[in-house]
């Protein structure tokens, strides 16, 4: 079944600090992978996304990300986390006709 | 270019009643998805629309329904609301083949009470 796992539900880290969060996905087929961004009580922002090529994809924001099909993994990554990144952050998979999300990474940034 | 748009932005129903959510898609895009999203959890998808025709459907009770019309837009009806029917719920439109990412709008957040 496809299925995708973000196995941090919470994370915290100071400004200025580096960030990975993790997404580990099961899918048969090349995936289609994205991050997307929630602030409270908001939709969804696009991070980035991976179709193929080049396994490290660069977003929005100073975020990048590392499609790794050996291990099923997608983690985004931010060299220099800054305050207005706390947020809740979800990796997606592509499947029939629709997105599978993880449950979410609530990501909280310390001065 | 306006991004997707929802209306209402907030609601509150009583159990047993019925809703109606509103979508308008990106111009040009032709697809439109709906997802529900409680609080705490990843988005969950409900129904996906393209040209009018229901593409895709989640694991979701018939009380969910929707529809497309002919300018794209998208209503999503819940009939019979229950306390867990609580949730945001986010509209995405996006090009329905290819290398295209869904965009989503702000969403509505629906209070059962």
């Known amino acids: 079944a496809q299925s995708v796992t973000q196995p941090d539900i919470h994370i915290t880290v100071s400004e200025g600090a580096s960030l990975e969060l993790r997404c580990n996905y099961s899918?048969?087929?090349?995936?289609?992978l994205f991050w997307y961004v929630q602030s409270p009580g908001q939709g969804l922002q696009l991070l980035l996304k991976?179709?193929?090529?080049?396994?490290l994809v660069q977003g929005i924001k100073g975020f990048e990300a590392e499609f790794k099909r050996s291990q099923s993994s997608f983690n985004l990554r931010k060299p220099s986390v800054h305050w207005s990144d706390a947020a809740e952050y979800f990796c997606?998979?592509?499947?029939?006709?629709?997105?599978?999300f993880g449950a979410g990474t609530r990501l909280a940034v310390h001065p | 270019d306006a991004g997707v748009t929802q209306s209402p932005t907030h609601l509150i129903k009583t159990r047993g009643q019925h809703v109606t959510l509103r979508c308008s898609p990106i111009?040009?895009?032709?697809?439109v998805s709906w997802y529900q999203q409680v609080l705490g959890q990843g988005p969950q998808f409900i129904f996906q629309?393209?040209?009018?025709?229901?593409?895709g459907r989640g694991n979701f009770p018939d009380r969910f329904s929707a529809r497309q019309f002919p300018n794209y837009s998208s209503e999503l009806n819940v009939n019979a609301l229950l306390l867990g029917d609580s949730a945001l719920y986010l509209c995405?439109?996006?090009?329905?083949?290819?290398?295209?990412?869904?965009?989503f709008g702000q969403g509505t957040r629906l209070t059962v009470v």
């Open positions: 899918y048969g087929a090349t995936p289609y």
């Open positions: 997606a998979v592509r499947g029939y006709n629709k997105l599978i």
């Open positions: 991976y179709f193929s090529g080049d396994t």
């Open positions: 629309y393209y040209e009018k025709e229901e593409r």
């Open positions: 111009s040009g895009h032709k697809s």
């Open positions: 995405a439109s996006s090009s329905p083949t290819g290398r295209t990412e869904a965009f």
